[in-house]
């Protein structure tokens, strides 16, 4: 098969040689480009490193609730172990558990059992008071819907973190303008976000992930609303972020070209580990 996904005359006048009808030799040329593609970007991962410290250890996470008088299992002993600056992909069908994980790891959700450490911090034994306190100082979010204030600018946007944990007003505004930087918005920031597209409202809400300097970003689908230029724009931001920053990046998303192109994937189904 020709390199880069793409069939040369030779590649189809074979399939159709192989095949009785026409319709079948079209499924398995599309079926070996997808291997192809596959191939290609997961030979261009980079080799995980595990050798760096252990920033997320999940523990025989259990997850259950009850719809009516259904009970859902939505994580069933779940154990895993993230590392400083790893880029992860957390990948499954629809209702796998992969939300409920990331909730759980950022501390949005509390476990029906197990333990999540963050660092050397057991999240799941916090109170509420001092759980939102560790999450604003060592978790960003960046979530699928942006969630900006439609009355607030670029600047302001970004500045909310902030403005919840009470910082320095003075360095959070230097930091802004670093952060705005780094995810290409610093002509942005006296903007509102009706005036911005879609891809940009993403940025912004990177920018604003990173203002406390967390140690971990948590994004869930964050290319679900984006058309597929502004999703590798995005992906490659968070590259960036995480060589630039040292931040370690997990992500929920269906686009398995995503997933090929970060560190280490990992699968979910039916809210176990697959």
């Known amino acids: 098969m020709a390199q880069r996904g793409r069939a040369t005359n030779a590649d189809i006048e074979k399939y159709l040689q192989l095949f009785d009808r026409p319709i079948d030799a079209v499924v398995a040329i599309r079926e070996h480009i997808e291997n192809a593609k596959k191939q290609q970007l997961t030979s261009q991962r980079p080799t995980p490193q595990l050798d760096t410290p252990i920033v997320v250890s999940a523990r025989h996470l259990e997850r259950h609730y009850r719809i009516g008088k259904k009970r859902v299992d939505a994580l069933q002993d779940v154990s895993l172990d993230i590392h400083q600056g790893e ?106 976000p009706s005036e911005l597209s879609g891809g940009q409202m993403q940025r912004v809400a990177i920018a604003r992930a990173l203002l406390n300097k967390p140690k971990i970003i948590l994004a869930d689908e964050p290319t679900g609303n984006l058309d597929s230029k502004n999703s590798k724009i995005i992906i490659d931001l968070f590259e960036k972020i995480r060589r630039d920053f040292g931040t370690t990046i997990i992500i929920v998303t269906h686009d398995q070209e995503i997933a090929y192109r970060a560190d280490r994937e990992i699968r979910l189904l039916d809210g176990r580990l697959a």
């Open 87 to 192: 880029f992860v992909a957390l990948t499954g069908p629809s209702g796998s558990g992969k939300s409920t994980l990331l909730q759980t790891i950022g501390g949005l959700d509390k476990p029906s059992s197990g333990e999540v450490f963050v660092g050397d911090t057991n999240i799941a034994k916090l109170s509420d008071a001092k759980l939102s306190r560790f999450r604003g100082q060592t978790i960003g979010f960046v979530f699928q819907f942006f969630y900006l204030q439609p009355f607030l600018n670029v600047k302001q946007n970004i500045d909310v973190p902030g403005m919840f944990a009470g910082t320095n007003r003075k360095n959070r505004h230097a930091y802004i303008e670093k952060v705005a930087r780094a995810v290409g918005l610093e002509e942005r920031l006296s903007h509102m």
